[in-house]
């Protein structure tokens, strides 16, 4: 979901799989905040635009390389242009069109002025128009070479997809200057989008040996070794990064989100991060109290819903929601879209037209976003993102909507008081769930989420066991999710169930050492590596066709199998799950519920191994289950939209009832 589940090979675009993509922190093109809490000094990274600039106010967008400092001091301008630091000044304060006006005034007198051919470039950046960018900085290389130069032409080959070129352009920037941090560090990030996770583990330490003090570094360097599996150390990464910047949210939201992976977790621990999360975000914040929305419980028109998310494509939180806005009554709930980034796709166009408006977020911070959404008189605003990537959870701490709550794309509290509702279900919000939230528990009477079919119509295969002769479980999920618990226990099934395979496809298993790392975890309890079947990404349609060789999906705990899950239901195969004791680890659970398949969940792990064994012993029940079940899922609530659009409805309409209410009875402010 807005990489809601972060499952490893998630419907992605061709090509692609899944990417549990911590926030990172980028270095890069722009001067002025702007798209999701960014970070300063230069870093870079996949979370974000790789862009940002060296200004001093922590910044939502990137900015420029080494901030639009100039690359060296510019000769003086002809009498008759402004000079350079007129523009340089407009452009930090965020006003980017009066800059331009500046650059292009001074190119006017001397077209080969590189600092503003490299400036001017920032701003196209700025303005999402990355291969105008290009061109500009492009030009400004022909004029001088220049490690900055180079560090953002890098970033603006990036935002175009263009990585081996812009892996290219930071090792220039590095061999100008081989103590350019930037450089290092947006490196890093890249080669990690690319999967050589060694690699960037590498740039990020050559980073923190020149500036120990980096936070940023400390942050993406964390990232990469999540993708390592090393949990405990990117967690220690993780609280360095917080401990040398308090106020980096980056690095706080990755690691409440990383917490979730931990056996053992206490929950007592996570909502003491997540409110120390949402003290820091409201300590940069001024919270609206002056709303344009009508207070009223008497409406005379649909409540005003919006939406923040930069996931409204293909990508889980786009698939679980387009089926459901086909079916919004727009008589009840008139639906605003703020998507915190420009990426749009075949899904994007799709599901624009079922939104009243559609407003990027991109190049606003966190008080102008703020700003727009008070004008734009939202009743309720619902963040989808959570702690996930490309979230603006900073956003909600200015209160621009009277009401806001959190859903479909998070599992947790956000920490944050200033949200006022959490929505899931009873079966990830049992009568106990209140203590787990700074939120108000809000339920759902079925599911809280809505799948829509994929529209990759791939046919549901015969059991594989039929031709194989014996069993085969499968995970798609991303590595991290199997801790030493969830090795031990399918170990256990693995050795009382003869001949049976364990099928894992992830993104991670691209990498060699992931794989040698895989079969050693599990030869360590005694299971052979012929048992073991590892594979990596695969386009969408080859995904779903790899379905066809697992029996038994088994979802791991107790971060569970989300979206994989729902895709292997629609694909024939039933999930094992292990009931949990917060909302996230009962996901799949609710899934099992809404599908009809609650005799798949287990209470424990004893349980769990013997359901497992049980199950793969009984072909014919795999088989009959497997030839129905997508025509079962396809009329249950899971995937019912009509249905879920009126629970929707009156669950938002309830929230704003509710809200006025306490309001209303709530002490008035104390005076002095």
Known sequence: MGRPFIDAAEARPAGTAGTMTPVASSAAVQPAPGIVRFITPPVIAPRVPPVQAQTQAPTAMPAPFNAPALSSPPSAPPVQAPPIESGLALQQAGHFAEAARVYRQILAVNPNHAD????????????????????????????RESEIFYGNLGNAL??????????????????????????HNNLGNLLRDQGQFAEAVACFETVIQLKPDYAEAHNNLANALVDLGELEAAIDAYRRAIALRPDLLEARSN??????????????????????????????????????????????????VGFVSGDLKVHPTGHFLESMLEHVDRRRIELVAYPTRRAEDELTARIKPRFAAWTCLASLSDEQAARRIRDDRIDLLVDLSGHMNWNRLPLFAWRP?????????????TGMREIDYVLGDPHVLPQDAQAQFTET????????????????????????MAANGHVTFGCF????????????????????????????????????????????????????????????RSPRARYFEAYGRVDIALSPFPYPGGTTSAEGLWMGVPALCLRGDRFLSNICASMLHSAGLADWIAADQDDYVAKAIAFAADAPRLAALRAGLRESVLASPLCDAPRFARN????????WRDAL???????PPATT
């Not at 929707?648 to 929230?655: D, P, R, V």
């Open 116 to 143: 503003a051919l490299h400036l001017l470039g920032l701003v196209a950046f700025h303005d999402g128009d990355y291969a105008q960018a290009t061109e500009w900085i492009m030009r400004a290389l022909s004029q």
């Open 158 to 183: 990036l935002a175009r997809g263009m990585r081996a070129a812009g892996i290219e352009s930071f090792r220039q920037a590095i061999a100008l200057k081989h103590d350019y941090v930037p450089a």
């Open 255 to 304: 690691l409440l989100f990383i917490l979730s992976y931990r056996e053992g977790q206490s929950k007592a621990e996570y909502l003491a991060e997540a409110a120390s999360f949402g003290e820091a975000a409201s300590a940069q914040a001024k919270p609206c109290t002056n709303w344009l929305a009508p207070l009223s419980p008497v409406r005379t028109g649909p409540l005003r």
């Open 401 to 413: 909507a009277p009401v806001q709550a959190s859903w479909l794309g998070y599992f947790a509290s």
């Open 441 to 464: 528990v809000w339920r759902l009477p079925d599911s809280y989420l809505c799948f829509t079919p994929p529209a990759e119509r791939v046919p549901v295969a015969p059991p594989p």
């Open 477 to 536: 999920n991303h590595l991290m999710k199997m801790n030493d618990g969830v090795v031990a226990v399918w170990a256990r099934i693995l050795r009382a169930v003869p001949n049976a395979r364990l099928f894992l496809k992830a993104k991670q298993l691209d990498d060699a050492s992931a794989r040698e790392a895989t079969l050693a975890r599990f030869a360590a309890h005694g299971i052979e590596a012929h048992r073991l079947i590892l594979e990596g």
């Open 648 to 655: 929707l409805e009156a669950a938002f309409e309830g929230m």
């Open 661 to 667: 209410e306490r309001r209303r009875l709530a002490p």
